[in-house]
Each structure stands twice: as C-alpha cells, then as structure tokens.
C-alpha cells in the first residue's frame, strides 16, 4: 500500500518533453523582443522559504489552480494555491492530484497508522492501506483498493464491498462509465470475478480482465481444472494450455486472443484457430477494425501476419502501427543487424537502428528516425533528412504540413520544423499550435532561465522552472498561457497568459 513522501526538492529541475502541434509557414530562428505581445501574470500562490512542498501539478489544461503537498511542523497538508487543507500526519506520494480537465482535489492522507481518501475536503473511512484511486470517465463514480489487517477490499464511492485475501486484477470502469469490475483471490484460493458486485467463480487463477470499447461485453482468462478458458459474458470458450493477450477491435465487433497448445502458440478469433507459432506476439486490431496484425515466430524467424499472411522474414520484429485512416501499416524489421522500415510489406533502405516512427494525422506521410554510426537522422516519405548527433521527439502538424522534432548539436538542443532549425538552447520542447494554426510556441531553456519562445520571439518572463513538462496551451488564435516558478525574491508560484497583438 502506499508509503508516506520522502523529502524532495520542489525546485529540482525537470526533463520537458511536450508534444504538440504545428502550423503554417512560422519563423524557427528565435529573436529577444518584448512585443507585440500583451503579457499579464497572475500570482497563484507566495510560498514561505521555511516550508517544503512536494508533488506540485496543475489543473490541466485550464493552469486556474496548483496543488501540492506542504510539511508544516510535524504535520501535512494538501494544497490548491494558497488555501490551506486539513493539516494529517502524511500526504501519501503522487497526491494531491486534480481530476482530469477540473479543479477538484484528490488526496491520500495519514492519520496514524490509518489512510483514507480525501476527495474535495471530503475524508472517506479508515483502513490500513489505500491505493489505485480511479475515477469514471464521466467522474460520478471513484473506487480503490483498501487493506484492513489482512483483507484487501474494493471501495466504490468509498463504500467497501465484500473482503478477500488479494485483489489480483482492476477494479475499473467500464467507458460509459456504468459499470465496474476486478477479480480476487479468496481465503480458499479461489478466483472469483465481480461486476457489478455480482460474484462469478471460483476459478483457480484470473487474467486479462478488461471491458470492450462498447461497455458490452467483460472478458477474461480464468483457469479451471487445469484448463484455461476465455471467459466472456458468462461463457467459456474451448481450452487450452493457455490464454493470454484478449484484445477488442475499436469498434468492439471483433475480439481476439493467442492460445497454445502442445507448446505451440496461435491467434484465436470467432473460434477459429490461426496456424501455430513458436511464439505470437499480442495482436492488433486497425483503427477501422477491419484488418488483424501480429508478430509470429517459427523456424527462428519473425513474420509480421497481416489478416492471415505472413511477411516477409526477419531475425526480430520492433516498432509497427497502422495508418490512421488504416489504409497503411508499417513496421520495423532486424536482419543480421540491420534495420529496416517495413511500409506496406515492402522494406526500405537498412539503418543500423530505427527509434522512432509516426504517421501523419492525414495518412500520407510516414517518418522515423534512423541512426546510421554517429549520425541520427529523420526520414521523411523515404527520403533522409538533415543528419545530427542525435534525433528524438517526432510530432506532425494537425494539418500534416509539417513535422517537428528535436535534434543534438555540441550537446545542446534545437528545434527542427521541415528542416528549417531554431536557435540552440540547453533544453528545447516540441511547438504547441493554436487551432488555426497560425501561431506556434514552445519553451527552452537558455541556461538560465525558462523562456517562451512565440512566432519566432523569446519571452524571458524569468521563470526558473516550469510546473507541467507540456506547459503552454493555447486558448484561443492569438493567446496562450503557461504555468512557472520565480525563485526571487521569493518563490511565486504564477500563471503567465500572453496575447499576440496584431
């Protein structure tokens, strides 16, 4: 269950590594100015130098509020901005926390040897142990794991249902968030399955529990006399030696999973058995849900089997995703030590690694990093991009137009968008875009300072470190906000929100 906090520094300097999005025809080398831009700041909260705060976050991607963790005395207490909770013997590590896309506060607290959810002021009932405090979708409904002595228990809406020796998968929710399911291990080691808090078992193992996309359906892998069987809405189908990897299609109208048996493995799907492998890695469903992919062994080669035929042959299989239209799927091959990208069941050129790979929103483009000796490089629909030390962090533009990542010079860090480089910084992150994408902005860091980098402009506005490691939104065309800490003269905790003047 989980531990009070160690002591750790709130000024510690963090990895940024933002994703975002890219826009149209934007200036990449970066100049100082000051306008034209409108910037005003808002002071979320002054802290006291005497005080140690921990596990600092903001309510994404509003940045209204911060919260975190404050050791007063002997004591603890969660915080959102400047308003003071109720001070208890420990705040447990990774609370507080916001509930996506809100302000409301979720926290763990000790008092004693106890700990309890704290959900909006609220403290729910005492047990020896929480943890896994997980929300619906739709926020309605929160559950998590409790221990009292010996007996672990599932809580929903802080109501306890029934006690086991062990909770050994879930409890979740179901996405139209009216359902919810885990599996236990009882006294008498027996399985049971509980959904609803209707109890289904006892098996002798469970595995793999999981909803569709739909909500419809609850599967899983249980174990009875010796036999494992797909469990699925009350029935089981034909077993084996075993059954593993369940997995849906998006649309929920198919579902497959890989058995074996005589130590032979294969893909199962509307009970039909694929041939045997050596080894089946987990399928894959297309975002379409028409098509079924994975990688198979036999004969000490791997095929990717892409609906029902093989590919070609390889010493390994690594990185592979469709196309989000699923009209392409592509995938990275090993031969004697070489690396290839494999589109369309075609291999291309051999790299000595591949590290990386997207395709565009739009379908129609595929890039990836390829790293050839001490040389890393993008390649763009084939053809290789400017080559550097390194390269990492690819991101495309919503519109597809363009494509972003980040790239090592001398140690330092520079932003490339379609080949055009910003200045060089000690940290860079990849551009967030407004929704016209009209406008881009980032943050570097100068050695210094952090500072926002809009339309090709620096904004020093003296931040010394930044709270989100995604930390600009965009609001609207022309502004933007951003969470960050100055240090001097004393710590300020502050939202910076920037208008473009046009």
């Keep these: 269950m989980i531990r009070p906090m160690k002591t750790i520094s ?24 000051t306008a034209p831009f409108k910037i005003t700041k808002t002071v979320l909260m002054k802290s006291q130098k005497d005080i140690k705060y921990y596990g600092l ?13 404050a050791r007063i005395g002997s004591k603890m207490a969660a915080f959102m901005d400047s308003k003071k909770g109720v001070e208890y013997d420990a705040i447990a590590k990774g609370t507080p926390f916001f509930l996506p896309g809100s302000d409301r506060l979720v926290t763990i607290a000790f008092k004693g ?8 002021d609220k403290p729910g009932p005492e047990f020896d142990g929480v943890s896994d405090v997980l929300f619906s ?12 002595g ?8 802080n109501k306890p249902d029934a006690g086991f020796k062990q909770i050994i998968g879930g409890p979740f929710f179901s996405l139209n968030s009216k359902r919810f399911a885990y599996a236990a291990r009882d006294w008498d080691g027996g399985c049971y399955l509980l959904i609803n808090h209707e109890t289904t078992g006892p098996f002798s193992d469970i595995k793999d529990l999981s909803f ?14 010796k036999t494992w069987y797909l469990w699925k809405d009350g029935l089981l189908g034909k077993g084996y ?50 098509h079924l992919v994975y990688p198979s062994q036999k004969d000490k080669k791997w095929r990717m089997v892409f609906d029902g035929k093989e590919g070609r042959p390889f010493d390994l299989l690594a990185l592979h995703m469709f196309s989000p239209d699923s009209s392409h799927y592509a995938y990275v091959g090993v031969k004697k030590e070489k690396a290839f990208m494999v589109y369309d069941g075609e291999p291309g050129k051999s790299h000595d690694m591949i590290t990386d790979m997207a395709f565009s929103p739009d379908s129609g483009h595929l890039a990836y990093i390829a790293q050839d000796k001490d040389k890393g490089f ?39 968008i379609n080949e055009q480089e910003s200045n060089v910084y000690d940290a860079v992150g990849l551009p967030v875009f407004s929704l016209d994408n009209l406008n881009v902005a980032y943050v570097a860091f100068n050695g210094k300072n952090w500072i926002w980098v809009v339309n090709g402009h620096e904004i020093d506005l003296k931040i010394n470190r930044i709270i989100d490691t995604a930390p600009l939104v965009f609001d609207g065309p022309d502004a933007l906000h951003g969470l960050g800490i100055i240090l001097s003269p004393e710590p300020e905790f502050i939202r910076f929100d920037v208008s473009l003047i046009r």
């Design 150 to 157: 010996k007996t672990q228990s599932v809580v929903l809406n």
């Design 137 to 148: 979708l739709d926020q309605k409904q929160f559950v998590y794991k409790a221990l009292d």
């Design 378 to 416: 993008v390649v763009m629909d084939k053809k290789p991009c400017k080559a550097y030390p390194s390269v990492h962090h690819l991101a495309f533009s919503r519109d597809s137009s363009k494509l972003a990542y980040i790239a090592i010079v001398d140690k330092k860090n520079i932003l490339v």
């Design 10 to 33: 709130l000024f510690t300097p963090i990895c940024l590594i933002g994703l975002g999005f890219l826009g149209h025809g934007l200036a990449i080398g970066s100049e100082a100015i």
């Design 241 to 290: 030696e075993n059954v593993t990897s369940i997995v849906w299609s998006p649309d929920s109208s198919r579902m497959a999973y890989v058995a074996q048996t005589d130590k032979k493995l294969f893909l199962v799907e509307r009970d039909k058995e694929h041939p045997p492998y050596t080894t089946v890695s987990v399928p894959q469903f297309s975002p379409d849900s028409r």
């Design 57 to 69: 976050t903001s309510n994404r991607p509003f940045s209204s509020h911060v919260a975190y963790a």
């Design 212 to 225: 569709s996309p739909d909500s419809k359906h609850v599967t899983c892998s249980v174990l009875k006399d």
């Design 113 to 120: 040897k106890k700990q309890f959810v704290v959900i909006d």
